[in-house]
């Protein structure tokens, strides 16, 4: 089922990020990620949405942009080596938000 709240929810785990006035680079760098594929995911969206009905094609291509959310921002984090507790809170947010 495609997830019309998916975006609104990401957007919340950004400014739940900004709310304590520090990005560290490695936040940063996840959400600017996050924010590249929440775009990819809506525009998609918008665009199986548009003829009024979700066929099973685009609900398997929405539900693979979904998963790639989690799996990019996961990679971004693990790209030094060194997952930092920021980085571990900040994937758990997303992967809450994705569930939800």
């Known amino acids: 089922m495609a ?13 739940a990020a900004k709310a304590d006035g520090e990005i560290t680079p490695d936040e940063y760098n996840i ?3 996050l ?7 809506a525009i998609a969206l918008e665009d199986a949405q548009s003829d009024g009905i979700i066929d099973s094609e685009e609900q398997k291509m929405l539900d693979g942009l ?19 507790q920021d980085e571990v809170r900040l994937l758990i947010k997303i992967g809450k938000a994705l569930k939800s």
């Open 3 to 15: 997830d019309e709240h998916l975006v609104e929810r990401l957007m919340s785990v950004v400014n």
């Open 35 to 41: 924010s590249m594929d929440a775009a990819e995911y």
């Open 66 to 84: 979904k998963e790639r959310l989690l799996s990019n921002a996961e990679r971004v984090a693990e790209e030094d080596g060194v997952l930092t």
């Open 31 to 33: 959400l600017k990620q």
